[in-house]
């Protein structure tokens, strides 16, 4: 609720593309017209806001206009004709700005999200069900200004990847579209599912002495002691906790000071922190072992 009361607050309503002063004559012959809404018809369906709305714009600069594709045999008068504002792709325009529309509604969003993860969160989801989850949460991320995704929808999305190949690797797909998603949803770090939050997590530590400080058990001070240094960008520096939420079951104390001491050995035996041999080689070992529990 909370993330939603944020969004509404920081979301920039886009007007969908206004219909510009209307041109006598479209300037696209109506093959290429009809190319246009048959690919503003897909973008609909898979709920592709950036998609349709530069295919919106595209049709608003051409002078496009609906039932410019019916033909112009028909009688406008006729019972076929009276009414009608679709084209012969059956897409119409106005309907193709009112969704444009509501993709601007944070409301409207996080309801297709909900009704989306319900069906990726089946035992076989359709890929169409994951292309729409998956640019939906771009969206919100998108109009909110927040690079995050609403809560456990991209853990919905790699959970469906999974499901769609029980016996192999979603890489290992023949559908090049499966493995794209899949790059997408498991790529990039930020999208791991247990990440704490950047706004919330302390930070790099300063200084030799900012660990010890740490040991120390003055955690009411660590946000004072951060580096200006993003959550995921390398750096030299010690953490001042760990980057991710510990697994179910597990003591939130005991995750906490083995996820320090690993960024810890894992600096040294990088070369990243100043050791001797024999500290960098015990450093690389209980790396290992840690990975290998």
Same mark, same amino acid.
């Given at each position: *609720? !909370?993330?939603?009361?944020?969004?509404?607050? !920081?979301?920039?309503?886009?007007?969908?593309? $206004?219909?510009?002063?209307?041109?006598?004559?479209?300037?696209?012959?109506?093959?290429?017209?009809?190319?246009?809404?048959? *690919?503003?018809? *897909?973008?609909?369906?898979? %709920?592709?806001? #950036?998609?349709?709305?530069?295919?919106?714009?595209?049709?608003?600069?051409?002078?496009?206009?609906? &039932?410019?594709?019916?033909?112009?045999?028909?009688?406008?008068?006729?019972?076929?004709?009276?009414?009608?504002?679709?084209?012969?792709?059956?897409? $119409?325009?106005?309907?193709?700005?009112?969704?444009?529309? !509501?993709?601007? $509604?944070?409301?409207?969003?996080?309801? /297709?999200?909900?009704?989306?993860?319900?069906?990726?969160?089946? $035992?076989?989801?359709?890929?169409?069900?994951?292309?729409?989850? +998956?640019?939906? /949460?771009?969206?919100?991320?998108? @109009?909110?200004?927040?690079?995050?995704?609403?809560?456990?929808?991209?853990?919905?999305?790699?959970?469906?990847?999974?499901?769609?190949?029980?016996?192999?690797?979603?890489?290992?797909?023949?559908?090049?579209?499966?493995?794209?998603?899949?790059?997408?949803?498991?790529?990039?770090?930020?999208?791991?599912?247990?990440?704490?939050?950047?706004?919330?997590?302390?930070?790099?530590?300063?200084?030799?002495?900012?660990?010890?400080?740490?040991? #120390?058990?003055?955690?009411?001070?660590? *946000?004072?002691?951060? +580096?200006?240094?993003?959550?995921?960008?390398?750096?030299?520096?010690? @953490?001042?906790?760990?980057?991710?939420?510990?697994?179910? &079951? %597990?003591?939130?104390?005991?995750?906490?000071?083995?996820?320090?001491?690993?960024?810890?050995? @894992?600096?040294?035996?990088?070369?990243?922190?100043? /050791? !001797?041999?024999?500290?960098?080689?015990?450093?690389?070992? /209980?790396?290992?072992?840690?990975?290998?529990?």
């Amino acid at each position: *609720k !909370q993330a939603a009361e944020r969004a509404s607050a !920081q979301a920039a309503v886009v007007p969908a593309p $206004s219909h510009p002063p209307r041109k006598s004559i479209c300037l696209l012959p109506v093959a290429e017209q009809l190319g246009i809404l048959k *690919k503003m018809e *897909k973008a609909m369906r898979h %709920y592709d806001a #950036g998609a349709l709305e530069m295919l919106l714009r595209s049709a608003d600069e051409y002078g496009m206009r609906d &039932g410019d594709t019916n033909g112009g045999d028909e009688d406008p008068g006729s019972d076929d004709s009276a009414g009608s504002d679709k084209d012969e792709s059956g897409i $119409s325009l106005g309907a193709a700005r009112q969704l444009f529309t !509501q993709f601007q $509604s944070v409301d409207f969003l996080l309801m /297709a999200i909900e009704e989306e993860n319900v069906k990726a969160s089946g $035992s076989d989801p359709s890929m169409a069900s994951l292309r729409r989850l +998956e640019n939906l /949460a771009k969206q919100f991320s998108r @109009i909110s200004g927040d690079p995050a995704e609403p809560a456990e929808t991209n853990q919905v999305l790699q959970k469906g990847l999974v499901r769609r190949r029980r016996t192999k690797s979603i890489f290992l797909s023949e559908d090049p579209e499966e493995v794209q998603m899949a790059s997408r949803a498991f790529g990039e770090l930020f999208r791991f599912s247990q990440l704490k939050s950047e706004k919330t997590w302390r930070g790099h530590l300063k200084t030799v002495e900012d660990l010890s400080a740490l040991d #120390g058990g003055l955690k009411a001070e660590l *946000k004072d002691l951060g +580096e200006d240094c993003s959550m995921l960008t390398h750096s030299k520096n010690y @953490i001042a906790e760990a980057l991710t939420f510990p697994p179910e &079951g %597990y003591s939130d104390d005991a995750f906490e000071a083995a996820a320090l001491q690993n960024f810890r050995n @894992i600096l040294v035996c990088t070369g990243d922190r100043p /050791a !001797q041999d024999c500290q960098r080689k015990a450093s690389h070992q /209980a790396v290992v072992e840690l990975a290998q529990v």
